[in-house]
């Protein structure tokens, strides 16, 4: 897929891998779509993409103002050609220090969030018979590690409802595709891992965002349905769907660093 032209809307925009995506994106001749909570920190992602784009302050909790915000981009750019579900956050600690109140906040962020978007653009697509769903989701989804009980639901309930969607959809010329990075240098583990102990432990494995905006971009242009990073890991989950319980155990000490 050209993407010269394409309109594809953002979440998540204002920093990390939204930001740098909606950069190469324009650098492509696309228009990025930015989407986040805070119209400051959209202006300054703003200011480093060098083409045209769009701009609105939207809160993916809040299902009217996501059906308004996609009403209003279709109204004023005519179409929307990609939907990038990017927003999300996590938090690492342990299940009990965790109140359940916090589970559902990260829920209601990271996959209903994903929900209220991608509800407001298919049918739209739909009438289109054509456009991309570009999920973010997590290595974290396709194998769970402590202290990561309530991230790992998340991402495992995103990558369910990519896959059943794309199942759902094949035929409508709507392309569904997940992305499941491992660890990224980004303000992630601002929130995720304040300490810096887990950032720290696997700092020799961690993905700059330049390379997964790169491999995002892509996978649009390509049209594929989905893409682990790095792809070393792709194949070490190939394994461990093999042999999971096996995995499990010969991998503890490396994988439960947090």
């Known amino acids: 897929m050209a993407l010269q032209g394409k309109v594809v809307v953002i979440t998540g925009a204002s920093s990390g891998i939204g930001a740098l995506t909606a950069q190469m994106l324009s650098q492509r001749g696309a228009i990025p779509i930015l989407l986040a909570r805070s119209e400051d920190r959209l202006q300054e992602t703003a200011a480093g993409i060098p083409g045209e784009y769009g701009l609105f302050v939207c809160d993916v909790t809040d299902e009217a103002a996501v059906d308004g915000v996609f009403k209003s981009i279709v109204a004023r750019y005519g179409r929307i050609d990609i939907l990038l579900n990017n927003a999300g956050y996590g938090k690492f600690a342990g299940f009990t220090e965790m109140e359940s109140g916090e589970f559902a906040d990260m829920m ?11 509800k407001a653009v ?19 989804g396709k194998i769970g590690t402590a202290r990561s009980v309530a ?24 392309i569904v595709s997940a992305v499941n990075p491992g660890p990224i240098a980004t303000e992630f583990f601002k929130t995720a891992d304040p300490s810096g102990n887990y950032e720290k432990s696997v700092s020799r494995i961690m993905m700059t965002p330049q390379y997964v905006s790169a491999k995002i971009v892509q996978l649009m242009e390509k049209g594929k349905e989905e893409v682990d990073l790095p792809r ?8 461990y769907g093999l042999f999971p319980r096996l995995a499990d155990k010969l991998t503890y000490n490396a994988m439960n660093r947090k």
């Open 108 to 118: 209601d962020v990271n996959y209903m969030g994903i929900v209220r978007c991608t």
């Open 122 to 140: 298919v049918p739209h697509m739909l009438e289109r018979g054509k456009g991309q769903i570009v999920n973010v989701a997590s290595m974290a």
């Open 151 to 174: 991230y790992t639901a998340t991402k495992h309930a995103v990558l369910g409802f990519t896959n059943a969607l794309r199942q759902e959809l094949r035929k409508s010329g709507i």
């Open 232 to 239: 070393l890991a792709g194949f070490g989950i190939r394994l």
